[in-house]
């Protein structure tokens, strides 16, 4: 019998905004305080990191409190960043503006992660920073006082990127001014005004000046819209499904997952929107519905770059065919997705078509069980699931605790609004 999706539920909070709570409280003066904290393995490594560069950070279940001195201290160890990218690239933007010297290293994985992107620009800067192959950790930095304010264009549309360089601009000599080909997520820019910082957006340029002094906040997490993704899937594509996702973040700079699901023909609700700590939050009603193919490309893509597996489990279920391009960035993420997607759906028994920036996938009536591999990839382990409710045969999905990076609850709220 075919399950569908039935329930109320909140999802793990923002990573992005749980990670960049701690990254500026820690070098705000005063004391910082984050509510819903999402607790998963990648934010607790950017804790840790900043405990170890000498910042006093509380955790109470889902509350952290982050005593900032507006300093920091010389590590006595390498800065282990797990698997967290944000972590690390941020870190390297931050530190190019300390007059400390930090190794940052992670897991095997992240290690294997392109860090030239961050490297050149922030050399460019005056920053001083050696890297494995001039790419890859571990990569050691020797911060300076005062960096070189320049005019930058990004070759990718990244926030990680863009974010590591706004830091590093709070510490240069004068304006700093970045140009993104697309719009990337802007929660740095939206949580560092809100603590006095002088950054303007103007279309796709951001001109960042210097300041000394960063004031605390009072920071309540939404929940993250690209753990939603999941849920709001699996409640498409199941008949008779019913869905509530409570307090979800829905900045606009990061909907594009739902602005692609209703262009396939997703009922999905925004109710109850409001702005809390600057960002935009709303409830999502969402029924099933019958999907049809798009083509996802260009402007879009960096709206919904991390929710693009879970996108391709609703291209399975739609009817015709699904293109996305211009996501060649997928190819750097914790494996190579594009590649994983593709096995993916190999395994289903799914039609599709691999492109060095995307593929096509032609929707299915039904896919098959079997052993399907996440390759340790969170986002991969979690778009399985949902795809195992299209079958009437066993999953069995392999390294299901990566799942604990991003959403350590995944698994029981899937048994909780999976009905028979």
């Given at each position: 019998?075919?399950?569908?999706?039935?329930?109320?539920?909140?999802?793990?909070?923002?990573?992005?905004?749980?990670?960049?709570?701690?990254?500026?409280?820690?070098?705000?003066?005063?004391?910082?305080?984050?509510?819903?904290?999402?607790?998963?393995?990648?934010?607790?490594?950017?804790?840790?990191?900043?405990?170890?560069?000498?910042?006093?950070?509380?955790?109470?279940?889902?509350?952290?409190?982050?005593?900032?001195?507006?300093?920091?201290?010389?590590?006595?160890?390498?800065?282990?960043?797990?698997?967290?990218?944000?972590?690390?690239?941020?870190?390297?933007?931050?530190?190019?503006?300390?007059?400390?010297?930090?190794?940052?290293?992670?897991?095997?994985?992240?290690?294997?992660?392109?860090?030239?992107?961050?490297?050149?620009?922030?050399?460019?800067?005056?920053?001083?920073?050696?890297?494995?192959?001039?790419?890859?950790?571990?990569?050691?930095?020797?911060?300076?006082?005062?960096l070189k304010a320049v005019s930058y264009t990004?070759?990718?549309?990244?926030?990680?990127?863009?974010?590591?360089?706004?830091?590093?601009?709070?510490?240069?000599?004068?304006?700093?001014?970045?140009?993104?080909?697309?719009?990337?997520?802007?929660?740095?820019?939206?949580?560092?005004?809100?603590?006095?910082?002088?950054?303007?957006?103007?279309?796709?340029?951001?001109?960042?000046?210097?300041?000394?002094?960063?004031?605390?906040?009072?920071?309540?997490?939404?929940?993250?819209?690209?753990?939603?993704?999941?849920?709001?899937?699996?409640?498409?594509?199941?008949?008779?499904?019913?869905?509530?996702?409570?307090?979800?973040?829905?900045?606009?700079?990061?909907?594009?997952?739902?602005?692609?699901?209703?262009?396939?023909?997703?009922?999905?609700?925004?109710?109850?929107?409001?702005?809390?700590?600057?960002?935009?939050?709303?409830?999502?009603?969402?029924?099933?519905?019958?999907?049809?193919?798009i083509t996802i490309e260009g402007e879009i893509?960096?709206?919904?770059?991390?929710?693009?597996?879970?996108?391709?489990?609703?291209?399975?279920?739609?009817?015709?065919?699904?293109?996305?391009?211009?996501?060649?960035?997928?190819?750097?993420?914790?494996?190579?997705?594009?590649?994983?997607?593709?096995?993916?759906?190999?395994?289903?028994?799914?039609?599709?078509?691999?492109?060095?920036?995307?593929?096509?996938?032609?929707?299915?009536?039904?896919?098959?069980?079997?052993?399907?591999?996440?390759?340790?990839?969170?986002?991969?382990?979690?778009?399985?699931?949902?795809?195992?409710?299209?079958?009437?045969?066993?999953?069995?999905?392999?390294?299901?605790?990566?799942?604990?990076?991003?959403?350590?609850?995944?698994?029981?709220?899937?048994?909780?609004?999976?009905?028979?």
């Open positions: 019998m075919k399950k569908r999706i039935l329930g109320e539920i909140t999802v793990a909070p923002d990573k992005s905004i749980s990670h960049r709570g701690v990254f500026f409280g820690s070098i705000a003066k005063g004391i910082t305080r984050i509510e819903n904290f999402l607790t998963g393995e990648d934010c607790i490594s950017t804790i840790n990191c900043f405990r170890s560069l000498g910042v006093n950070i509380e955790q109470k279940g889902n509350t952290v409190t982050v005593y900032g001195k507006g300093i920091l201290k010389q590590p006595e160890t390498v800065l282990n960043t797990g698997n967290s990218g944000t972590t690390t690239r941020l870190l390297c933007g931050l530190l190019s503006g300390y007059p400390i010297q930090t190794t940052l290293s992670g897991d095997d994985s992240l290690n294997k992660r392109p860090m030239k992107r961050v490297i050149e620009p922030l050399s460019l800067m005056g920053a001083e920073i050696s890297a494995k192959d001039g790419n890859f950790c571990p990569l050691t930095i020797q911060g300076k006082n005062r990004l070759p990718v549309a990244s926030a990680q990127l863009k974010s590591a360089l706004i830091l590093a601009g709070l510490h240069a000599d004068g304006a700093t001014v970045l140009r993104e080909p697309e719009l990337s997520r802007n929660h740095t820019e939206v949580m560092l005004r809100s603590m006095g910082a002088d950054i303007q957006s103007i279309g796709k340029e951001i001109r960042v000046n210097p300041i000394e002094t960063l004031s605390p906040l009072e920071l309540s997490v939404p929940g993250d819209i690209s753990s939603a993704a999941f849920f709001i899937v699996a409640a498409l594509i199941t008949k008779g499904s019913e869905l509530v996702i409570k307090n979800v973040g829905v900045n606009p700079t990061r909907t594009g997952i739902v602005t692609a699901l209703r262009k396939m023909g997703g009922n999905i609700k925004e109710e109850n929107k409001r702005i809390v700590c600057g960002e935009e939050v709303c409830d999502l009603y969402v029924t099933s519905s019958e999907l049809h193919g893509i960096p709206a919904l770059i991390d929710e693009i597996p879970i996108l391709a489990v609703a291209a399975a279920a739609a009817t015709g065919t699904t293109v996305v391009k211009d996501a060649r960035e997928l190819r750097v993420k914790e494996t190579d997705r594009i590649r994983a997607v593709c096995d993916m759906l190999t395994v289903a028994g799914v039609t599709f078509e691999e492109f060095e920036d995307g593929f096509s996938v032609t929707g299915a009536e039904t896919v098959k069980g079997g052993i399907y591999e996440s390759y340790g990839d969170h986002r991969m382990a979690m778009s399985e699931q949902i795809l195992s409710l299209l079958s009437e045969e066993e999953f069995q999905i392999k390294d299901k605790e990566c799942v604990n990076i991003s959403f350590p609850d995944f698994w029981g709220l899937f048994e909780q609004i999976t009905k028979e």
